[in-house]
């Protein structure tokens, strides 16, 4: 079907393949940095005196305050499945951005914690269900060849929402009154309103609409994906139907049951959850929250300079992360996340260490190595466990299941959260530079975990992922069914997973 005879595609989305691909790259940034901008305004504003002072801030309240956005993260996970398979992707981002926008003007405008409170609910829940829902849009709609770059920086976008909010947060440090922290807080809601800028002009998940009894629908989008090559846009299109039955017959219970039935499922599920405690666990969540405090004990207690740093820190860690993805498919998932496990520990007990003999000191040479090995540290976490975040789930996980195990991942990662907005207030204040001393030693614990249980997937076909954790290979299957269902005797099906059927009609983020 030309593209120019569009019945179900809106005229608005363009109709070269290139512009679609770099709209979707747009959508991947601006979603992704909705989470960073939240992450590092936060970070900033526990640094700014004028919304300590207001909110009369002390252990419990920068906890809590904190911890707002976790718990909107895990109220946001029991929907993460239902909410995008049922209503579609495009229009999940749609719901999640008009949310982000409400939460941003009852932050901004809060009168007293409770409201603040309410406000960062709101944004975990919208930062949540778009983090969920744009990569899987992505990933389904690109051509193969992009996807695993895409989706490996789909994270590393992170720190553009991160460096812009530390920018902002820098420049509103002078204002006297509430509108240093109001301010940060309100624009927070810009990337949210140019996601929603952006959806007109994209189009629907082809898998999704095929799922949902919309072929001709998928038909108009994978031509324009495919440039209009009708050969292609059919084989594709027909990749998808073979594969969504071929899924429907293997895996025929609940996606939850089957998260937790059988040895390979059981061991997908158990990296599942190593990964998803580990993200926050490792030492970044108390960099990314709690700054001010970590330079205040290494000695810098000047809120301009613990400003400029934050936002240094962040440009250091958008680029480390950027190198980081591209590196996934040279170095390996698995041996680039063990490097980058012994570089943050070693980093950490480094940083303990200098903060122990030189936080209250005036030696300044002791002082800039305290924030060198911080930046160190954080540039190992970015330049694994950041890309890794979008690119090592999906990829262990099969199509039927995979909603069901992202959604247990992120449930982890919000917990977690959650927990450490509340305890790591107290540690920072009672163990000081204990913390980093105790941190590093339990990171040990999940440098053994990845070593003998993660497998990698660098360069591997979906197919033979599924293998390496016990299953059968897809494609003997299909190749034997080939003489009995297919009237080309079995060469059909043979090309739909040798041509990568499989991987198109699986493979999402």
Same mark, same amino acid.
């Given at each position: 079907m030309a593209v120019s005879n569009r019945q179900h595609v809106s005229r608005l989305v363009p109709r070269s393949s290139? /512009? +679609?691909?770099? +709209? +979707?790259?747009?959508?991947?940034?601006?979603?992704?940095? /909705?989470?960073?901008?939240?992450?590092?305004?936060?970070? #900033? $504003?526990?640094? $700014?005196?004028?919304?300590?002072?207001?909110?009369? =801030?002390?252990?419990?309240?920068? #906890? $809590? $305050?904190?911890?707002?956005?976790? =718990?909107?993260?895990?109220? *946001? /996970?029991?929907?993460?499945q239902w909410v995008p398979d049922r209503f579609g992707r495009k229009p999940t981002i749609l719901i999640a951005a008009c949310i982000g926008v409400i939460a941003a003007i009852i932050q901004g405008a809060a009168q007293n914690t409770g409201m603040f409170v309410l406000g960062r609910i709101l944004s975990g829940i919208a930062g949540q269900l778009s983090g969920g829902a744009a990569p899987t849009l992505i990933g389904e709609t690109i051509k193969p060849h992009y996807r695993g770059t895409i989706l490996g920086i789909f994270f590393s976008c992170y720190y553009v929402g991160s460096l812009i909010a530390s920018a902002v947060n820098y420049r509103t440090v002078d204002i006297a009154t509430t509108w240093a922290w109001r301010i940060p807080s309100i624009l927070q809601c810009v990337p949210s309103l140019l996601s929603i800028a952006c959806l007109p002009f994209v189009p629907e998940s082809p898998r999704w609409l095929v799922a949902n009894g919309k072929p001709e629908y998928a038909r108009e989008v994978l031509a324009i994906v495919y440039e209009n090559n009708t050969a292609e846009t059919t084989e594709v299109l027909e990749e998808i139907k073979m594969t969504l039955k071929y899924e429907e017959e293997q895996y025929p219970a609940n996606p939850w049951k089957e998260l937790i039935t059988g040895t390979p499922n059981l061991r997908r599920l158990a990296i599942i959850v190593s990964f998803g405690l580990l993200i926050e666990t490792l030492g970044n969540f108390v960099i990314s929250f709690y700054l001010g405090t970590m330079l205040t004990q290494a000695g810098i207690t000047n809120p301009t300079t613990q400003l400029q740093i934050n936002v240094i820190l962040n440009c250091w860690c958008f680029v480390v992360a950027v190198v980081g993805s591209f590196l996934l498919d040279v170095v390996g998932r698995r041996k680039q996340t063990l490097w980058c496990m012994v570089g943050m520990i070693a980093t950490f007990y480094i940083a303990g260490g200098l903060t122990k003999s030189f936080g209250? &000191?005036?030696?300044? &040479?002791? @002082?800039? *190595? %305290?924030?060198?090995?911080?930046? +160190?540290?954080? #540039?190992?976490?970015?330049?694994?466990? !950041?890309?890794?975040? !979008?690119?090592?789930?999906?990829?262990?996980?099969?199509?039927?299941?995979?909603?069901?195990?992202?959604a247990v991942f992120r449930f982890l990662d919000c917990s977690t959260g959650m927990m450490y907005s509340f305890l790591m207030s107290y540690a920072m204040d009672n163990l000081g530079w204990k913390f980093f001393m105790v941190n590093a030693s339990y990171d040990i614990i999940f440098l053994v975990v990845i070593y003998y249980f993660w497998i990698e997937t660098k360069g591997i076909p979906l197919e033979e992922i599924a293998v390496k954790f016990?299953?059968?290979?897809?494609?003997?299957? @299909?190749?034997?069914?080939?003489?009995? %269902?297919?009237?080309?005797?079995g060469e059909g099906k043979a090309t739909f997973a040798d041509k990568g059927g499989v991987d198109i009609g699986v493979r999402q983020a």
């Open positions: 290139r /512009t +679609l691909t770099v +709209l +979707l790259i747009v959508v991947a940034v601006v979603n992704s940095a /909705t989470l960073g901008f939240d992450s590092s305004m936060m970070n #900033g $504003l526990n640094i $700014l005196p004028q919304y300590k002072d207001y909110f009369h =801030l002390n252990a419990s309240t920068r #906890g $809590l $305050l904190t911890a707002g956005s976790w =718990l909107g993260g895990v109220v *946001a /996970t029991f929907f993460m209250e &000191s005036t030696n300044k &040479s002791g @002082i800039y *190595a %305290t924030i060198a090995f911080i930046f +160190l540290f954080q #540039g190992f976490y970015s330049a694994s466990i !950041t890309p890794m975040t !979008t690119a090592y789930p999906p990829e262990i996980m099969p199509y039927h299941t995979r909603n069901a195990g992202i016990g299953d059968m290979d897809p494609r003997e299957l @299909i190749v034997g069914e080939g003489s009995e %269902t297919m009237s080309d005797g």
